[in-house]
């Protein structure tokens, strides 16, 4: 019988933004015993994962397997709920589409009726209904969290969650005190890398040193110590990306809503997320309008291998992208939970690293292939050029476009259900298909459920207002 092994002693998490200090807590979850410390670096204003302000549906079961709960968002970090995204200009002028999350799969929905009406793109000038729950529940401001275990008429409506960064991240750190991790302030001095390639140590500034047994890097996207290790290298994607820099308007008006919104502009694009504490206007801008006042710059990467040695790279030091579709916080959360799923003990075993670094690898392409299906949208299109396409995002289009299906692909941040909507929501022209053409709904069911959602739903600030009035 093997022997079990030693768990680690010490970790380290570089960079004390949101996704250092959640990357600490994480580990805390799993390793109770372990002495835990975030190191404190400058904040990078292209740590686009660090400065989101929303993800994606997973992040709402990591939440809540880190005992952060919806009612800790909203009270203590004006959170709010996103229930559909509206992209406006995509497949052309006058157009806009619907993206919802989830994998409800109502029979009439896969039937001809659904194609045509459910879940997906409707132009501003054909009068087309809505077609998924989330839709008619955001159009019409109605809204609560389902609560577990019981079931309601909003089963199955997923939604994303939103929230002020600042006092989110100040939750975790309140979160990471009581946990018992450290915080350490200094500036490294000195990294030791031994023969075999792993950082032996820290030294600070201050005179501190430090030396863990695992390092985990969440500085930005200079990766300040992941980057120091030999075989650190990163994948280019700006020829798939057009997007070059980024401007951040002032937060605006707070706005109650249950959309968020992506519009295609002449510049590029511009993201509507709303808010609580202030609607949040992000502008992506090309090579050609990248002279804004106070825009960031960067260059789209992702690292080869994201665990070197003894240090792995998480967040905006693993990949750096634009925040359409609101992917980065999403692939920096799926990276923490893939480290949790592979943690080795007190050394590495090198197969484990190995399986991180195949499965971040594809996690972060997928997100760079679904970004790419921005691009791919008929507007986009003419507006951008031709944008260089993975195997992978050629194949989805093809299938989609001829065939009405889309092949699974391993690690994408969306579900195959969820990735047909963004693509139709887009203007991407579905084909036949054979699903489609065998089912025979009529979208009765649907409707029933739909008008069930809106008897049961609260008027959505009326349930914000129940919650903060319990404070």
């Not at 710059?297 to 992702?302: D, L, M, Q």
């Amino acid at each position: 019988m093997s022997q079990a092994r030693e768990p680690m002693q010490r970790i380290v998490v570089v960079g004390d933004g949101q996704v250092g200090v959640l990357a600490a807590l994480a580990c805390r979850l799993v390793l109770p015993q372990c002495e835990i410390a975030v190191l404190a670096c400058p904040a990078d204003r292209a740590a686009f994962a660090d400065r989101a302000v929303t993800a994606l549906p997973f992040t709402n079961r990591l939440h809540q397997r880190l005992g952060i709960t919806e009612e800790d968002l909203v009270r203590q970090a004006g959170g709010s709920h996103r229930l559909i995204t509206r992209l406006l200009g995509w497949g052309g002028e006058g157009h806009s589409g619907c993206f919802s999350y989830g994998a409800e799969s109502d029979a009439a929905r896969d039937a001809d009726f659904g194609q045509r009406w459910g879940g997906g793109s409707r132009s501003d000038t054909d009068g087309a209904a809505p077609g998924s729950l989330a839709q008619i529940l955001a159009e019409e401001g109605r809204f609560a969290p389902p609560p577990g275990g019981a079931h309601t008429p909003l089963q199955g409506v997923e939604y994303a969650m939103r929230w002020n960064m600042p006092a989110y991240r100040d939750m975790l750190i309140r979160k990471a005190q009581q946990a018992g991790i450290a915080y350490v302030q200094g500036s490294i001095a000195e990294v030791t890398i031994t023969e075999a390639g792993e950082v032996a140590g820290l030294q600070l500034d201050q005179g501190q040193a430090l030396e863990p047994d695992l390092y985990i890097d969440c500085s930005g996207p200079g990766a300040i110590l992941a980057s120091q290790i030999a075989g650190f290298e990163r994948n280019e994607w700006s020829a798939a990306l057009p997007i070059r820099a980024l401007a951040f308007d002032p937060p605006g008006q707070a706005m109650l809503a249950l959309e968020d919104r992506a519009q295609l502009m002449p510049h590029g694009w511009s993201m509507q997320i709303a808010g609580r504490d202030g609607l949040q206007i992000v502008h992506g801008l090309t090579d050609q309008n990248a002279e804004a006042a106070n825009a960031i710059a960067f260059s789209p990467f992702a690292l080869r291998e994201s665990w070197i040695g003894n240090v792995v790279a998480i967040g905006d030091s693993a990949a750096l992208f634009e925040p359409l579709g609101n992917f980065n916080l999403d692939l920096a959360h799926r990276q923490i939970d893939l480290l949790l799923e592979l943690l080795p003990g007190n050394s590495t075993d090198p197969l484990e690293r190995a399986e991180y670094n195949r499965r971040a690898a594809l996690m972060a392409d997928r997100v760079r292939d679904t970004l790419g299906v921005f691009y791919a949208a008929p507007a986009a299109s003419d507006l951008f050029g031709d944008s260089q396409q993975s195997v992978t995002l050629s194949r989805w289009i093809d299938q989609f476009t001829r065939r009405g299906r889309l092949p699974f692909a391993e690690e994408a941040p969306l579900l195959t259900e969820e990735l047909r909507s963004l693509l139709s929501a887009l203007g991407i022209k579905s084909g036949p298909s054979a699903l489609a053409r065998a089912s025979t709904g009529d979208g009765t069911a649907f409707t029933a459920r739909a008008e069930a959602a809106l008897r049961f739903a609260p008027p959505y600030g009326h349930w914000v207002q129940q919650v903060m009035g319990g404070s």
